[in-house]
Structures are given as C-alpha cells and as structure tokens.
C-alpha cells in the first residue's frame, strides 16, 4: 500500500519557494540545488493536475490555485508544528533552542544572572543569544524573543517588564584630579563629556538627570562620541578621557574597586527600564514559554 503523504518534502519545497521568493532563494534555504527544487514543484503539479507557479527567466508568480494551496499547506504544517510543541518536554526534560537578541550592557551584566537558574533546571535547552545594540527584527529574523531598553512604542509585541535600572555619572579618578570634580550642571557642561550615539536612531542619547527634584534630558557637549557598543564610553571613562553616564550595576564594582568614581551623585535618581518581548501571534516552543516564566528570576 502506497504511503498517502509521501509527497510532503514537495509541498515543503513548493511553499519554501513561495516564502523566499525565488527558486534560487529557497534551494539556499533547504540547502539543495534550483533543479532540485524545480523538479519537486513538477512532481506537485502533477499531482494535483493544476500549475501552481508560472516561471520564466526573469521572474517567477504564483497562480490562483497555488496561493489557495500553499495557504492550506501552511495551516497543514503550523497544525504539525504545534502538535510537537505541544508534547514537547511532556514525560522527559525540556528541551529545544530559544534565540535571544539583548543589548550589551544587559547581555554582559545583567542577563547572565538570570539565565543560571534555568540553565541549570533545563540543562537540554539550547540558548542561542546574540548581543549587540541593534534592534532586530523578532519575526524576519527568527528571533523567539528580545530585551529592549526604554519605552516601548506599541508595536503589537508582547512586552514584559524586566525592572527598572538606575543610571549615574562616573569618571576615572585621574580625570578628576587633572580636570576637577564638577559641582553643578554648569560646570559639567565644560568638561569632557562621552556621550553614546544611538544606533536605532544615529542620535546623541541624552543624559537623564534630576536636578532640583526635577527630571531633565540633558544633551552633554561632546569631545568624544561612541556609536555602536555603549561599554565602550565606561571604558574610556576608565582610562581618564572624561565624563560618562553608565548604569550602576556596570559601575558599581569598579566604583567599589576605586577604579571609578561617582561624579555629581545629587544629579542622579533616574533610571531606564528594561523588558522582555516576543509577538503574541508567533507559536512558542515549551522552552520559549519556560524561559518567559522564568525571567526575571522568576525559576
């Protein structure tokens, strides 16, 4: 007796191909070859006894009964996928990978803490984190879920608040021997200031100060400007080339160790907040979900 669905590595191809765009682009995909590719949407159409794309050398379409086929072979697979979620770590341990996108001060200082509990009761579970400062795309590129500071827009993201972190001034203590210690806002305005350029937005990130129980955005003049990982104006702060604002919990061992020190502690007060997100149409692993529980310190 003939297997009823032994065709589905062609349906596969067939919507992989309309997914990417182009042949060339789905064959990179699935790591096989266009003429591959081309031959498993022949064997389909035959099938079916309907062409489901037009192709020429220039450009490739999707017929009327191709797009009504590949969306019912969506729902097909999303339905497959969601039955192995669904018993995934039922009866066994957790298991499965769980991409992150943190930013770096987050992703070196804070997240590691709170990543050990989990590791350590899901020891199956594979957590592939990237660090950087850059916005990704959760859904383009096939991120489970991300940490992002500040305010969030309302995207349509689910967001979950992580906490909210302090903010302060630091500079090496040769820099404040050679430049002296600021005693207002007026006098920090003439020293050496390392502001940070957002990279979301290619602007100067302003300081956040409270001054006379007031909140202020307060744009420091800049000698020096960091664009891309925002560590780097706390490491030059370190060496004596100015002024920076850090989060505390990056400075507080170097402020501890005297490496550091705190400049104009009455301006500070404010502080940014961090938070877990990830899209709420998007089917979630049992990992996923497990991890989402479990921050911040929640295992």
Known sequence: MARQFDHMADVEAFVTIVDKGTISAAAVALGTTPSVLSRAVARLEARLGVQLMRRTTRRLSVTEAGNLYVEQARN???LIADAERAISGQGGALSGKVRISVPTTYGHYRLPGLLRPFMERH???MIELSINNRNVDLVDEGYDMAIRLGELADSGLVAKRLGDEMVCLVAAPEYVRAAGMPRSLEELSHHACLPFIMPSTGRQSPWLLRVD??????QPPARM????????????AQQGLGICQTYRFVAEERL?????VEVLPELSGRSKPFSLIYPP??????ASRALIDCLPGGC
């Open 76 to 78: 097909a697979f999303g």
């Open 123 to 125: 020891p199956q579970v």
């Open 213 to 218: 129980g007031k909140d202020i955005d307060w």
């Open 225 to 236: 400007q960091v664009t891309d990982d925002v560590l780097g104006v706390v490491s030059l």
């Open 256 to 260: 501890r160790s005297g490496q550091l």
């Open 281 to 286: 149409h998007r089917r979630m692993s049992a």
